[in-house]
């Protein structure tokens, strides 16, 4: 088997691609969003100058504000998780060094070890923060 450093770090390197990927797509639907109510406003215009004026529904407008803000904050949500994810693929490097190499097991029991469990505890509370805000974002999306 490899190097654990090595299948660490090549385990980083995926994950910083799909998180790009993701981020990208995100930000291209967000972009197609925006060109898609442009358009329905341009068209909009064009009908309410041949067609009597109809009452103008307020209400569809702060749903879909509010959830494009809400979408991105799930994006930033997502982001923090994906650094919280590195910092533990750090630590595990740190105290790989930390007890082979240096040969301070002590140390890395102790200091590594707290620092790892925080980590780690931040990690599952982020991930279950992301799915419920996914959850309310999907309600938003339905009611928009």
Do not use: W
């Not at 998180?19 to 639907?29: D, E, L, P």
């Not at 309410?48 to 991105?72: G, I, R, V, W």
């Not at 599952?124 to 009611?143: D, H, P, Q, V």
């Amino acid at each position: 088997m490899g190097d654990p450093r090595n299948v660490a770090h090549a385990k980083k390197v995926t994950q910083e691609k799909q998180h790009k990927a993701k981020h990208s797509q995100a930000t291209r639907a967000r972009q197609l969003g925006k060109k898609a109510q442009i358009e329905e406003t341009k068209s909009a215009g064009t009908e309410q100058s041949t067609a009597p004026k109809p009452e103008p529904e307020k209400p569809a407008q702060p749903d879909s504000s509010k959830l494009e803000k809400s979408l991105a904050v799930l994006s930033n949500l997502k982001d923090l998780e994906f650094h919280s994810r590195a910092n533990i693929e750090k630590l595990a490097e740190l105290s790989l060094t930390i007890e082979e190499e240096l040969k301070q097991k002590a140390f890395a029991e102790a200091m590594i070890g707290a620092v790892y469990g925080a980590q780690d505890a931040f990690q599952s509370k982020i991930l279950e923060l992301i799915g419920a805000y996914e959850t309310e974002c999907t309600r938003l999306s339905g009611s928009a």
